[in-house]
């Protein structure tokens, strides 16, 4: 969707910062992609557009940030970097908004419950 919203130069990044696997095989993937420069807490997407730069943390709608995403989120901020916690195709498209990214979709309005 985001491919969709933003203008074709932007650059939509996913940060595998994850290993799956479990075990030795799982633990040696981790120290591999560790020394390759994973950081823990990373955001799941960055997004880079017109001298613009938003990372985005995706979350199901009850998931919670971990502390090293917490974290990230901080230190980002710190550095005068966008970061928005996203919950749906709606959030990731405020998110753009509110951090001054131009789309071509704008989010469906919210109604006050």
Same mark, same amino acid.
């Given at each position: 969707?985001?491919?969709?919203?933003?203008?074709?130069?932007?650059?939509?990044?996913?940060?595998?910062?994850?290993?799956?696997?479990? %075990?030795?095989? %799982?633990?040696?993937?981790?120290?591999?992609?560790?020394?390759?420069? +994973?950081?823990? $807490? !990373?955001?799941?997407?960055? +997004?880079?557009?017109?001298?613009?730069?938003?990372?985005?943390?995706?979350?199901?709608?009850? %998931?919670?940030?971990?502390?090293?995403?917490?974290? !990230?989120?901080?230190?980002?901020?710190?550095? $005068? !970097? $966008?970061?928005?916690?996203?919950?749906?195709?709606?959030?990731?498209? %405020?998110?753009?908004?509110?951090? $001054? !990214?131009?789309?071509? +979709?704008?989010?469906?309005?919210? +109604?006050?419950?």
């Amino acid at each position: 969707m985001l491919r969709v919203a933003l203008p074709r130069t932007a650059i939509i990044h996913h940060c595998a910062n994850e290993v799956t696997e479990a %075990g030795p095989r %799982g633990a040696k993937r981790q120290a591999i992609l560790v020394g390759m420069g +994973v950081h823990a $807490g !990373f955001a799941d997407l960055m +997004v880079l557009c017109d001298g613009r730069v938003l990372f985005l943390e995706l979350k199901a709608p009850k %998931g919670r940030l971990r502390p090293n995403q917490e974290a !990230f989120r901080d230190a980002m901020l710190a550095q $005068g !970097f $966008g970061w928005a916690l996203v919950r749906s195709v709606d959030d990731a498209l %405020g998110a753009l908004a509110d951090h $001054g !990214f131009t789309t071509r +979709v704008r989010p469906a309005r919210r +109604v006050a419950s």
